[in-house]
């Protein structure tokens, strides 16, 4: 995960509770949970109008 530890991310947990404050960190996570859902759905719609791809039909 990017050479990322358990430390590491803790500090940068600590830096963004003391910027935002504690009451903002349920907005910022629901925030961060609709965008990241909203991608998903975009890139599964994205692939549904596509339709079968090309490569998956000269593989076979």
């Not at 003391?18 to 692939?47: M, T, V």
């Amino acid at each position: 995960m990017f050479g990322l530890g358990l430390p590491e991310l803790l500090v940068i947990l600590f830096i963004i509770l003391i910027i935002f404050g504690a009451g903002k960190l349920p907005q910022i996570g629901e925030g961060l949970g609709k965008g990241i859902s909203n991608f998903k759905r975009s890139l599964k719609d994205n692939e549904d109008k596509d339709g079968p791809n090309e490569d998956s039909e000269k593989k076979e």
